[in-house]
């Protein structure tokens, strides 16, 4: 079974700042099976990213993804107000076949 | 438009069952693989069971001979029947759409509360 481990567990910013979401796999994984899901409170999570750093469809430019291996990093270049909401990192292919990260909250500082 | 709304969550007490139903709009569930995904109160992510285009079925360990999922293709609707339901079993129960490749969740129901207690 891979493990993603999301650090930091909660991120204190403030709008207009970078933000930078770490997820690391318990064992080198392939890219093209990483995806990052935005959630909002009260809210279904939406794919931000997928392949690792391609943008789903409607995603604003300042999401990026980066990464390979064990090893992937979710950016957001400027925060907006509508950007602070907790981050998932999610890899297919292992046991059980979807498994996500623990989740990192992006807060207003 | 691509739409996914959930039904048939409810308070059920221990070992109790329940039906839980996706109806799809804007696709067809059949060319789609479906699944369901649940979150419990204040935690993250967990995958739950899938259905494939072609028909096969699978599930996590945590329900497997527990949860049933099931397709309805004149409705376009999906399901998952919950039988022999427990404590941890309590969450929100999200229906969400895989991608072509299936690796992924590209449109997700607003989801459904499902609490086992007595």
């Known amino acids: 079974e891979i493990v993603l481990t999301q650090s930091p567990g909660t991120l204190s910013l403030s709008p207009g700042a970078r933000a930078t979401l770490s997820c690391r796999a318990s064992q080198s994984v392939s890219s093209i099976y990483l995806a990052w899901y935005q959630q909002k409170p009260g809210q279904a999570p939406r794919l931000l990213i997928y392949?690792?750093?391609s943008r789903a469809t409607g995603i604003p430019d300042r999401f990026s993804g980066s990464g390979s291996g064990t090893d992937f990093t979710l950016t957001i270049s400027r925060l907006e107000p509508e950007d602070f909401a907790v981050y998932y990192c999610?890899?297919?292919?292992?046991?059980?076949?979807?498994?996500f990260g623990q989740g990192t909250k992006v807060e207003i500082k | 438009e691509v739409q996914l709304v959930e039904s048939g969550g409810g308070l059920v007490q221990p070992g109790g069952s329940l039906r839980l139903s996706c109806a799809a709009s804007?696709?067809?569930?059949?060319?789609?693989?479906m699944s369901w995904v649940r979150q419990a109160p204040g935690k993250g992510l967990e995958w739950v069971s899938g259905?494939?285009?072609?028909?096969?079925?699978n599930y996590a360990d945590s329900v497997k001979g527990r949860l049933t999922i099931s397709r309805d293709n004149s409705k376009n609707t999906l399901y998952l029947q919950m039988n022999s339901l427990r404590a941890e079993d309590t969450a929100v129960y999200y229906c969400a759409r895989g991608t072509s490749s299936y690796y992924y969740f590209d449109s997700w129901g607003q989801g459904t509360l499902v609490t086992v207690s007595s």
């Open positions: 392949g690792a750093s």
């Open positions: 804007g696709f067809t569930v059949s060319v789609y693989y």
């Open positions: 999610q890899h297919y292919g292992s046991s059980p076949l979807w498994t």
């Open positions: 259905f494939y285009s072609g028909g096969n079925t």
